[in-house]
């Protein structure tokens, strides 16, 4: 009987953070709705900055929106250089300022609507930035990039090395 009371309080637990995220993330939504308009309504915005700022919208809209992104962003990064259609530099652009604002407006609903989401995937971000940064530093100051021969001839050397090792008594 205990068993049933406290999963009823974890759910009315669950249904009250819900809300009292959802309702905190109204006025940031209100405010991004706002930033939309008024950058759908400049004439000085093509239609493909439109239309990618819709897409953002729905999107950051859902809960899924970071997870999704965190899954699908290292596909479209290696499929992006390895078709030579973006290059590094392409990347580093930057938006214009209207842009990163509506763009900022809308993380902040996405972040507020869902905190815990939000923390668990921007951590791994950081992660993933942080993994990324260092083989970039590695694979810069290689002087060659490794094939899958030189990795498979490589290892095998270190275990046959590592196997006739002559192992003396200390």
């Not at 009250?16 to 008024?38: D, M, T």
């Not at 869902?114 to 290689?142: D, E, H, Q, T």
């Amino acid at each position: 009987m205990m068993s049933w009371i406290y999963a009823a309080a974890i759910c009315a637990a669950v249904v009250a953070y819900w809300i009292v995220c959802r309702k905190n993330a109204l006025k940031h939504q209100e405010k991004a709705v706002q930033l939309i308009e008024a950058y759908f309504a400049d004439d000085s915005v093509s239609d493909s900055e439109k239309s990618k700022m819709y897409v953002n919208y729905v999107l950051l809209k859902k809960w899924f929106a970071l997870p999704l992104l965190f899954v699908v962003a290292p596909f479209f990064i290696t499929i992006a250089f390895i078709s030579k259609k973006y290059s590094f530099e392409d990347f580093g652009k930057t938006n214009s300022p209207e842009f990163e604002e509506v763009f900022k407006s809308l993380m902040e609903m996405n972040i507020v609507r869902n905190p815990l989401i939000s923390a668990l995937f921007m951590s791994m971000f950081g992660v993933l930035y942080a993994i990324v940064m260092v083989i970039g530093v590695v694979m810069n100051k290689a002087s060659k990039i490794p094939s899958y021969t030189m990795l498979a001839s490589t290892l095998v050397a270190k275990l046959v090395r590592l196997r006739y090792k002559f192992r003396h008594a200390h």
